[in-house]
């Protein structure tokens, strides 16, 4: 009798696999997916961070959703926003200012809170708070702090009342000290002097107000304070600061930022910004309301929703204020004792209170470059308030005016036409050659070897280049850009309409630009030749030790040298002004003057940029035969005929290209000049790219203009390079 045929046997281990599926089913039946983390993005350092670390670590704790907090640089903060959001790579909310409301609305970048500020949650914020980060009476935010100036007094300089600026210039103090020390030259130090003589720097259509009676007053008032000697010349942040806590300025006005920088030994007092004279106008600041602000993706989760109100709540608040010595905007917090005690805090409060909004204008940040070059200006004593703010306005005006109207895309067709024909005429031409099929199959095994680095290169290269171009034929503020063919190129070259040589055209920019490339290339050769040279000599003793030395300044990176060769060229406390008063010279303001500015630029990229050609020129030098120079030795030629037909002939193939590489450099070196000059004075050093970024960072980010000078300094440097390799004769060039 057969034995039935049996089902065929599972291996051992799906059997066990299987089994322990069976009695772990239920149980993962039961279990979700743990919900993604909350992404942060903030700009906040120090204490402020600190604090928003232990509000994120006291949620997780009382069973929220992870969150992961991300500090970006400050300046960086709207680019990267701006970048990621749109695409879906952003946070799930952002903390940022109320003033940049307008810019993330219109572009779509932030979205109604919904539950994360109910109707019952906004009467728990400060009143002033809420409305500004609000817009047509819409919430876009949860409250979170104020930030607004204030005036720190140092109480061993200034032990009594100060009510007024009065009562500090009438104080005793010792020789080189100053009543007060801020950043007199910046507009937003400005404003609250503006505001108290009844000046606005934007109206309410959304014009530049800084005009008239009230601003020129204002402007008149800091020029009398300076000529006094009340406030420091050129005073930078880093100056305010030195001199506040070593003792040399009676008092200061600064933000709660300053906090963290005041060291334990120095006493102080923080109050809110004084009248000028008694019966005098009071000083009122712009205030700044920080919020968190949800994305269209992060609103979308109810978490981060849950999260944001969370950070607005009594107990976050408490964090944020006593840890992160925030002003915060939650009312029922400052009953608290820990905050109803703080006498700086308070201080900062009540400043908060009387202060003036900062317009969340799109408008605004077209405002504050023009503004504060008439600042400037004034205070340097090379404008008169009036024509310095009427010129501010004209600015204004020409950067913001309405874009051209749509062309007909014709002659664009035309040109990329009349292109391809060109391009498919060559390729004709080429493919005709005798040999030409021959030749292209036996590159085809090198083609594949080269695949990879040619995608690479389109990829990181090409593409944007093309992404570039192709922004150039837009105009118009990011989100309301329309196209608007060659207007940008003819804008660009004919000077905007006005003067073809006149203030920040492209055409005194160029000459700029060429300019500063030309006389920092010849001095990179010159002292880099000179040092190689000598350093190649046998019988110079220590040549490793003075090739380390000498090589220092390009290992440094290039904006680290910039920023401490801008506090060089100071004119009251720079090691520059030192060594001319060492020499019985009078001290210069490096950067009231285009010669003087140029100079102090060309100086700093020298430094920087002499080593690589010493290098160059040190390898050179090892290739060079020696027997070629003994035979000229013996021929009885003079060291200096030696070097002019011999070393100078073959050192010439090896420096060419690195002439080509450090011209490629210098003419797009933006470290230097932002960071030195700052294109000061007026914007008389820009360079080509350094006046591109003003038009995408600084003038209501007209990306499509800053587009077209990027593919015109692209075209110039081309055609400079091919004509430059058409000028080498054609035996060095092989060489």
Wanted: glycine share 8%.
């Amino acid at each position: 009798m057969r034995r039935p045929a049996s089902s065929p046997r599972l291996p051992s281990v799906w059997r066990l696999a299987l089994a322990l599926l069976a009695l772990l089913g239920p149980a993962l039946a039961g279990c979700s997916a743990p919900e993604p983390r909350i992404v942060v993005w903030h700009a906040y350092r120090g204490d402020e961070e600190r604090a928003l670390r232990e509000v994120a670590r006291a949620w997780e704790a009382e069973g929220g959703t992870k969150v992961t907090l991300l500090s970006i640089p400050f300046d960086a903060f709207v680019a990267k926003v701006e970048a990621a959001v749109p695409r879906g790579n952003g946070p799930d909310l952002f903390i940022d200012g109320h003033q940049r409301l307008g810019s993330y609305a219109r572009n779509r970048l932030v979205a109604d809170p919904g539950d994360a500020l109910p109707p019952e949650d906004e009467r728990r914020y400060d009143a002033a708070s809420a409305s500004a980060l609000s817009l047509d009476a819409r919430p876009l935010a949860v409250p979170l702090a104020a930030k607004c100036l204030a005036l720190f007094v140092n109480e061993r300089l200034a032990p009594g009342s100060v009510a007024t600026i009065a009562d500090l210039e009438g104080l005793s103090l010792p020789a080189g000290s100053f009543p007060l020390a801020y950043e007199s030259e910046g507009a937003f130090f400005h404003a609250p002097f503006l505001h108290a003589y009844g000046g606005r720097m934007l109206g309410g259509d959304g014009q530049f107000a800084m005009v008239g009676d009230p601003a020129e007053a204002s402007l008149a008032y800091v020029k009398g304070l300076k000529d006094r000697g009340a406030i420091p010349d050129e005073p930078s942040g880093a100056l305010v600061k030195q001199l506040f806590l070593g003792g040399k300025a009676a008092a200061t006005i600064s933000g709660p930022w300053f906090l963290a920088e005041i060291h334990a030994e120095v006493p102080y007092r923080v109050m809110p910004l004084p009248r000028t004279v008694a019966d005098g106008p009071r000083l009122t600041p712009f205030v700044t309301f920080e919020g968190a602000m949800l994305t269209p993706d992060g609103v979308k989760r109810p978490a981060a929703r849950r999260f944001a109100r969370y950070l607005g709540d009594e107990r976050s608040a408490r964090t944020r204020a006593v840890v992160g010595r925030q002003v915060v905007s939650t009312l029922s917090a400052w009953r608290l004792p820990e905050l109803a005690n703080d006498r700086v805090l308070s201080a900062f409060n009540e400043a908060a209170r009387g202060a003036i909004p900062t317009p969340s204008s799109t408008r605004m940040q077209a405002a504050w470059v023009p503004a504060d070059q008439a600042v400037k200006k004034v205070l340097r004593g090379a404008m008169s308030p009036r024509d310095a703010l009427a010129e501010a306005k004209a600015r204004f005006d020409d950067v913001l005016r309405p874009p051209p109207p749509p062309p007909r895309p014709t002659a664009l067709v035309l040109v990329a036409g009349f292109a391809l024909v060109l391009l498919a005429w060559s390729a004709v031409r080429r493919a005709r050659q005798p040999g030409f099929a021959a030749e292209l199959a036996r590159s085809v095994p090198a083609y594949r070897y080269v695949l990879h680095a040619a995608v690479t290169v389109a990829v990181l290269v090409v593409f944007p280049l093309l992404a570039g171009a192709a922004t150039s034929f837009f105009a118009g503020p990011r989100g309301d850009t329309r196209y608007v063919g060659f207007s940008n190129y003819v804008a660009i070259l004919t000077a905007r309409g006005g003067a073809l040589l006149g203030h920040g055209s492209f055409w005194s920019t160029l000459l700029v630009t060429i300019l500063w490339t030309l006389v920092n290339v010849t001095c990179h050769l010159a002292i880099g030749v000179g040092l190689g040279l000598l350093l190649s000599r046998p019988w110079l003793r220590l040549r490793a030790v003075y090739r380390v030395l000498l090589i220092l300044p390009w290992a440094v990176p290039s904006y680290v040298t910039a920023l401490a060769w801008k506090g060089m060229f100071h004119r009251q406390y720079g090691a520059m002004n030192a060594l001319l008063t060492l020499v019985g010279a009078e001290p210069v303001s490096w950067f009231s003057r285009f010669s003087t500015a140029f100079t102090a630029n060309v100086l700093t990229n020298v430094w920087l940029g002499f080593p690589f050609m010493m290098v160059v020129t040190m390898g050179a030098l090892t290739a060079i035969p020696k027997d070629v120079l003994e035979a000229a030795e013996v021929d009885g030629a003079t060291r200096w005929q030696r070097f002019r037909r011999v070393t100078w002939p073959l050192l010439l193939p090896s420096l060419l290209p690195s002439v080509v590489l450090g011209s490629v450099w210098t003419f797009n070196m933006f470290n230097v000049v932002f960071l030195v000059s700052g294109g000061e004075p007026d914007g008389t050093t820009d360079i080509l790219v350094s006046e591109a970024y003003r038009w995408a960072f600084t003038r209501d980010a007209q990306y499509g203009y800053a587009a077209a000078y990027a593919v015109l300094i692209f075209l110039l440097l081309l055609g400079g390079t091919r004509l430059l390799d058409r000028l080498v004769p054609g035996d060095r060039r092989a060489a």
